[in-house]
């Protein structure tokens, strides 16, 4: 899931306050309308998914086929794609903790007899051990608590089985200002409007808790599964609000969104990261 509100500020997980700000942003079929939506068009929103399907994309071009698993699927996005891309490689599963999202999902892979869609929370996922041969989770660690999350991924997969697994990236210069600098201040701003009586900003807790690369490697070893590549997406050398006026005359991300990926020395740039490991056979 793409964030498109300002980050939680409590470093803990698991509080009934976070859980109910993560719950109130996917609460009904509008707001799963709305979500996909936002990946639609030119917005910033748009940029992030792109380079984000292009990285899930080489990452699974060289793993298994088989059975599937989209954890926090959202509304189908991923889902849709696969179905369209490869139909044949994979027996897709996704789950998600809001119905709504549930949904959408269900209406967006209409027709297709290789889906099954269930509510879920990835800290408790009701399948068999050792079960996918492939587990993405794409932007939903950062909703969760992400230990508990790791665990329940490394038990579902297979021994060899990949995992592909997204995360916001708390370093880098887009999320450091869009965090810090710009969603507070849109609070602020929409909290004087309505003082005014004339509301148009809004900036709500999003319940997001970002992690840095190497501690996320750390603790995906700690639950037995062995990182084996990183790179940085939705690359950009802009920050808020900066990019969303560029965006009306720079379209490179879309017609070569490999170039909003990155690796090597210096992936600084990238809003997010995604990992790939291997579940170990002795884990």
Known sequence: MAPSRIAWANRSTGSPARDAAVVAQYLTSDNATSYAASYEGWRPAARYYRSRLYAVDEALRAGPQGRLLDVGCGPGMLVRHLLDTRPEKFQITGCDQSPAMIDAA????????????????????PFPDKHFDVVVAMGVLEY?????????????????????????????????????????????????????????????????????LARL???????????????????????????????????????????????????????????????????
């Open 106 to 125: 269900t209406a967006r892979s209409k027709g297709s007899s290789n889906v099954e869609l269930t509510v879920a929370r990835v800290e408790k996922m």
């Open 144 to 212: 969760a608590d992400a230990a508990d999350g790791l665990r329940e991924i490394a038990r579902v997969v297979r021994p060899g089985g990949l995992v592909a697994v997204t995360m916001l990236n708390p370093l880098s210069p887009y999320r450091l200002v869009e965090w810090c600098l710009y969603w507070p201040l849109l609070r602020v701003l929409g909290r004087v409007e309505r003082l005014l009586g004339t509301p148009r900003h809004a900036a709500d807790v999003s319940g997001i808790r970002a992690i840095r």
């Open 217 to 283: 490697r750390r603790m995906m070893r700690e639950t037995g599964l062995a990182p084996q590549d990183a790179v940085h997406y939705d690359v950009t050398p802009l920050v808020p609000p900066l990019d969303r006026l560029a965006r009306r005359w720079s379209r490179t991300w879309r017609d070569h969104p490999e170039r909003t990926v990155r690796r090597g020395a210096r992936p600084w740039p990238g809003t997010a990261y995604l990992v790939t490991a291997r579940r170990q056979a002795d884990a």
